[in-house]
Structure formats: C-alpha cells, structure tokens
C-alpha cells in the first residue's frame, strides 16, 4: 500500500531534549515536506526537499533540522525543543513539483 | 506572498443537501491547486487536484473547479452524507513545491 509513515504518532518531552520524528515513503517521490499545523495559523511549511541531499527552508524553519540521505527518509529533527514547538507535525511527498501531495497520519508533539 | 482565504469557516447542513465550499487567493501563479479532507486526529486525504491549465475536476460527488483570473475555486459536493463530515482544505501549490494551505472549512453533515 502506497504510504507516507510518521513516527511516532504522539510524543511528550521536555525543554531543551532532543528528538527525532522519522518520515518515510514507499512510493519513490522525489519531494518531501514537512509542515506543523497550529489552531488558528493553519497549515505552515517547516522544510522540504527536491530530492537526495537536497533540502531548503519553508516558511517556519527556525528550530528545526532536517536531512535528505535517502530518498524515502526525510527525518525532522529538533535539537532543542522549547514549548512553543507544540504542534501537529506533518510530513507529505509528492513524485514531482505540481503532482499530487500524499501526507502521513501526523505527529502530536507536546513540548513541556 | 500567497494569501489563502475559505469561507465559511464552518457549516451545518441536513443530509442530502447540495453544497458549495469556496476558496481565494491572492497569487494567480500557481502550478496547481489541491482540496483535501481533514478528519480528527488524522492527516490529510487528496480530494481533487486541479492543474493550473485546467478548469475544473470531478471524483464521484465531488467536482472541484478553478478560476485563476478571479482567484478562485469552489468544492461541491452533491448529495451529502454524514460521512462526509470533516474539515475541508485547500492548498495551492507555487514554486519550490510549496502549498500554502486555506484554514479550512469545518463540514457537519446531519442526519
């Protein structure tokens, strides 16, 4: 089955730990995304990468980390997370600019 | 900078009612545009998508058409069933694979 897969689904931590959430894809995409969703500001991009090794800043990039070594993997990474990181995280992929985006399941993030 | 409005924001109808959900923006330069559903707790489902060279698409009871020289797009969904409760939002793709998504339309549909 064609699948974008988030982990984990939920996650509570504290200030200042970091973390990790893995984001695969078993559809071969050359595009991912990441995006955070917050009550009132909708939908925002964080990151999102063309392809292997090639990543660029979204909107709201500031505190996050992410990398592209393998096509179906595209982790984000928080290396000190603070509590106004507090969100549902998504990621999404799409096989070429202008195609159809695929998201996962989400990620709920409480950072205390 | 890409500015995407729904309206409305929410809304209520009896089941089986014809329906119609809009979305505006600001940026006519678009690769494409894209409505998804939302339900709770879960992601995001691809609905429709609409390139930037077409008028309008169609999946079943939905049909999704866009207007780029107005800066607009409606949903509608036909003969509406509970099941089709949930959030509904648009998203309009521009350069550097960006969407750029509306707040949504928050649909309940009553038995």
């Known amino acids: 089955e064609a699948q974008v897969t988030q982990n984990p689904r939920y996650l509570i931590t504290v200030t200042g730990k970091k973390l990790t959430v893995t984001c695969s894809q078993n559809m071969n995409h050359e595009y991912m995304s990441w995006y955070r969703q917050d009550p009132g500001l909708g939908l925002r991009q964080i990151y999102y990468s063309m392809n292997v090794e090639v990543t660029d800043k979204g909107d709201v990039p500031e505190g996050y980390k992410v990398s592209r070594k393998e096509k179906r993997n595209f982790p984000l990474i928080l290396e000190s997370p603070s509590p106004n990181q507090t969100s549902l995280y998504f990621c999404?992929?799409?096989?070429?600019?202008?195609?159809?985006?695929?998201f996962g399941a989400g990620t709920r993030l409480s950072v205390l | 900078k890409q500015e995407v409005t729904q309206i409305p924001a929410a809304l209520s109808v009896p089941e089986g009612e014809n329906l119609v959900l809009n979305c505006s923006f600001t940026d006519s330069a678009i690769y494409n545009l894209q409505w998804f559903r939302q339900d709770p707790g879960k992601g995001l489902t691809s609905l429709l998508l609409i390139q930037s060279s077409q008028r309008e698409q169609t999946s079943g009871r939905l049909n999704a058409s866009l207007d780029k020289s107005s800066g607009r797009s409606t949903l509608y969904i036909a003969a509406s069933q509970p099941g089709d409760s949930a959030t509904y939002l648009c998203?309009?793709?521009?350069?550097?694979?960006?969407?750029?998504f509306g707040e949504g339309t928050q649909l309940t549909v009553n038995p």
């Open positions: 999404a992929s799409s096989f070429s600019a202008g195609g159809r985006w695929y």
């Open positions: 998203a309009l793709e521009t350069s550097g694979s960006r969407l750029t």
